[in-house]
């Protein structure tokens, strides 16, 4: 069983920074993938940034060059650093890990994070 513990949420005013944390109960090498994504009431979850096993980083257009996603293996937590935030972005935002095992995916998720960027 793997469990994936977020925190770092919060209100913050445009154009203000967050860090958001995620700390997984295995070994973060152990997943494929990890990731954050994001969800709003009424729409669809969506991916805000991604990592590799081997450290290739992935993000969506609209964080391009406002968010950093980094992983710390020692202590099995990757992180999601959110500068220059947008009241869009204002979203629960939930910690991914992808394990590929054979032809199977098997997919953890957090529990939410909510961050409000007020205007």
């Known amino acids: 069983q793997v469990t994936l513990v977020e925190s770092g949420g919060g209100l913050v005013q445009a154009g203000g920074s967050l860090r958001l944390s995620c700390a997984a109960s295995?070994?973060?090498?152990?997943?494929?993938?990890m990731g954050w994504y994001r969800q709003v009431p009424g729409k669809q979850r969506e991916l805000v940034a991604g990592?590799?096993?081997?450290?290739?980083?992935d993000y969506a257009e609209s964080v391009k060059g406002r968010f950093t996603i980094s992983r710390d293996n020692a202590k099995n937590t990757v992180y999601l650093q959110m500068n220059s935030l947008k009241p869009e972005d204002t979203a629960v935002y939930y910690c991914n890990a992808r394990a590929i095992v054979g032809w199977d995916a098997m997919n953890y998720w957090g529990q939410g994070t909510q961050v409000t960027v007020s205007s």
């Open positions: 295995r070994s973060t090498n152990s997943f494929n993938t």
């Open positions: 990592i590799t096993r081997g450290g290739t980083t």
